[in-house]
């Protein structure tokens, strides 16, 4: 239980903690934006686009460099690989990541268009790169990743974090 | 481009600030519902796109209706840190900073 009486977990506390009890000096800096932008759609959701967003990464690890840097990544909707890297920090003792749909929903989402709740699904999902630099997604992988979501003729995006 | 996030981590999303936010009270991993539950699937993502014509300004959230098991010990289980491991820990923490090519601890 929380001070505020709830039961959400405080994920940053316990990171701080956990990266010092790893011998770190220094605590982790989460991005934070006093402004947030907001977009209101044109259109109703069962005419609209959507594009998904995924923080998972291909089986193959191709979206990285040599240094293990990650790029943005982009796979068909409709022909998914089998597998993904999830190698990210989530709850590995209490859940999995062996069903996609719990962090890529494109089955949920073929079956929203099939029941007209949505438009259309866009034909490309996307990767995110997951790197500690706030420089780097707000300069190269947010842009670049905002130029694919477009070119797919997405009207939203709906970003799934693991 | 509006944007929607479903995710788990609601402390960091929040502190982060997005336009919108459904928030799914599990484990960090399965953001969009349980593992094979294809109607909770289906229902997450109806949820958080549904915040596209719902939310009229940003920072908005809403939780998921879902819960993840009765047993809630697994609240407690994410980065737990026990006393007895420190010397496991701070090994830990060497591999990862010699792998990243970082200094070595200090102390």
């Known amino acids: 239980m929380n001070d505020d009486g709830s039961q959400d977990i405080p994920y940053m506390q316990r990171t701080r903690a956990y990266y010092r009890a790893l011998g770190y000096d ?5 991005a934070h934006f006093a402004d947030v932008p907001f977009t209101r759609p044109t259109k109703s959701l069962g005419q609209m686009r959507i594009a998904l967003v995924t923080t998972a990464g291909p089986p193959d690890r191709s979206n990285r460099n040599e240094k293990g840097r990650k790029r943005v990544w982009s796979g068909e909707v409709d022909a998914p690989p089998a597998t993904f890297d999830t190698d990210l920090a989530w ?11 719990t962090f890529l929903p494109i089955g949920a989402m073929g079956r929203l268009v099939g029941e007209g709740v949505v438009g259309s699904l866009a034909p490309h ?38 | 481009m509006p944007t929607v996030v479903i995710g788990s981590a609601r402390d960091i999303v929040e502190h982060c600030g997005v336009p919108r936010f459904l ?11 349980h593992p094979w539950n294809a109607a909770m699937q289906s229902e997450t993502v109806r949820l958080g796109l549904g915040l596209l014509e719902t939310a009229t300004a940003p920072r908005t959230t809403v939780r998921s209706p879902f819960e993840w098991r009765d047993d809630p010990s697994w609240r407690d289980r994410y980065n737990r840190i026990d006393p007895a491991d420190r010397e496991k820990l701070l090994a830990i923490g060497d591999a990862r900073r010699a792998k990243r090519g970082q200094a070595p601890r200090q102390s």
């Not at chain 1, 220094?26 to 989460?30: E, G, K, L, S």
């Not at chain 1, 999902?125 to 477009?150: M, N």
């Open chain 1, 125 to 162: 999902f996307i990767g995110a790169p997951t790197d500690y630099s706030h420089a780097k997604t707000l300069s190269a992988d947010a842009p670049e990743i905002l130029r694919r979501v477009q070119a797919d003729g997405a009207d939203a995006a709906l970003l799934t974090a693991l």
């Open chain 1, 91 to 101: 709850d590995k003792e209490s859940t999995h990541t062996d069903d996609r749909e």
């Open chain 2, 23 to 33: 928030y799914s009270d599990f484990p960090l991993g399965n953001p969009c519902g």
């Open chain 1, 26 to 30: 220094n605590d982790y800096v989460w």
